[in-house]
């Protein structure tokens, strides 16, 4: 793995992976179930998170120059690395349909409502390949840029919400009970999930192996930072019965937001801003997919897989967004044991087997000794 980023640039990808649906419709899937008190459900979840990014670091720092696939090729054989390479291609398959559920119905209810949705599909797809053709680096760059545009609309949806902003809604706390906030904090996970997969797959990648477990978890609490304020806005301003109605409730929000005397649509610059950080995440869907698709086929070079896994992801995608009764159903439903279920479970029996049994040297790993 010739290309290399920096521990920075991983934290903005993390954030990057996390905030458009975080955001977008986790907000309004756990208000309909934890109503006020999807703040404390973002707590949990973020708590759970760390914990998993944490896991699946100390996976990879035990053998510093492979991913999870490799590292599970190494303690079972081949067979089980190319099992768990097809497992991420499954992940990511649902991580890109969720991507495309946030792109394209922002995009539809509330900038372009007349846009065909393929033509949407194929915005994201053509500037994803573009992307990954020219490498983690570049997409790296272009998460850092998507981070100043996350800070930009932080700052500016807090000088025009935070005025409307009624605290009494937060209250009383814990009005749906522990359990059920914890329960409903699953939809949260889900975020976290595709960050912590996309690090198990990049991370030998990064430079600077010393400090990838602290790379690894700020990229989690930054990025709940960035996430954090906007279930207290979104209770605080709607109130959770408003914030569970809306599928995309982030932009209910930005409707209330009123900044100065000259700007009053506010979610056209959201949009705008908004969609680099899921172009990103496209790209980086991408990008993992072709990547577990090159180690499921025993390649070397990801680019002959890059054009067919985003043209399946696409497709995939493309089916979702079709029917909004699917796509919610997808959200609510499927996703949550989905993504959990391969997010959760690999890093834990990979941490658990690896601590009894001792990797053995690859053939590679000789040569290079």
Do not use: W
């Given at each position: 793995m010739k290309t290399k980023i920096t521990n920075g640039i991983l934290m903005g990808l993390i954030i990057n992976m996390v905030y458009p649906k975080a955001i977008g419709v986790t907000q309004g899937l756990m208000a309909r179930e934890a109503m006020n008190d999807i703040w404390v459900a973002m707590v949990f979840s973020t708590i759970k998170g760390s914990v998993i990014m944490l896991?699946?670091?100390?996976?990879?720092?035990?053998?510093?120059?492979?991913?999870?696939a490799e590292y599970a090729s190494v303690l079972f054989g081949k067979w089980v690395g190319k099992f768990i390479s097809l497992l991420?291609?499954?992940?990511?398959?649902?991580?890109?349909?969720?991507?495309?559920?946030?792109?394209?119905?922002?995009m539809l209810d509330y900038f372009l409502p007349e846009m065909p949705v393929l033509l949407l599909i194929v915005v994201a797809l053509i500037v994803g390949v573009y992307g990954v053709f020219h490498g983690l680096e570049v997409l790296g760059r272009t998460a850092l840029v998507?981070?100043?545009?996350?800070?930009?609309?932080?700052?500016?949806?807090?000088?025009?919400?935070?005025?409307?902003?009624?605290?009494?809604?937060l209250m009383p706390f814990l009005n749906t009970g522990v359990i059920n906030t914890f329960i409903a904090s699953r939809h949260n996970d889900t975020d976290w999930a595709v960050a912590t997969m996309m690090t198990g797959m990049i991370l030998p990648m990064v430079r600077e192996?010393?400090?990838w477990s602290r790379a690894g978890v700020g990229g989690v609490m930054f990025s709940a930072i960035m996430v954090g304020m906007w279930p207290l806005l979104e209770v605080g301003v709607l109130s959770p019965e408003v914030t569970g109605h809306y599928t995309v409730s982030c932009m209910q929000l930005a409707r209330s937001a009123e900044i100065g005397m000259f700007i009053h649509r506010y979610e056209m610059i959201m949009v705008a801003f908004f969609a680099i950080t899921s172009l990103v995440q496209t790209m980086i869907c991408i990008l993992c997919t072709s990547q577990a698709a090159s180690q499921l086929f025993g390649l070397k070079d990801i680019r002959p897989m890059i054009i067919p896994s985003a043209l399946v992801l696409s497709a995939f995608g493309y089916w979702i967004v079709l029917d909004k009764v699917r796509a919610v159903e997808l959200l609510e439903h499927v996703w949550p044991v989905w993504a959990l279920s391969i997010a959760i479970s690999l890093p834990v029996i990979l941490y658990i087997v690896g601590l009894f049994i001792k990797p053995r040297p690859t053939p590679s790993d000789r040569e290079t000794a």
């Open positions: 896991l699946t670091v100390l996976i990879i720092c035990r053998m510093p120059d492979k991913n999870l991420q291609i499954l992940f990511f398959l649902g991580a890109y349909a969720t991507v495309m559920i946030t792109f394209v119905y922002h998507g981070v100043f545009a996350i800070i930009s609309l932080n700052v500016l949806i807090l000088i025009g919400s935070l005025h409307l902003m009624d605290v009494r809604e192996k010393t400090i």
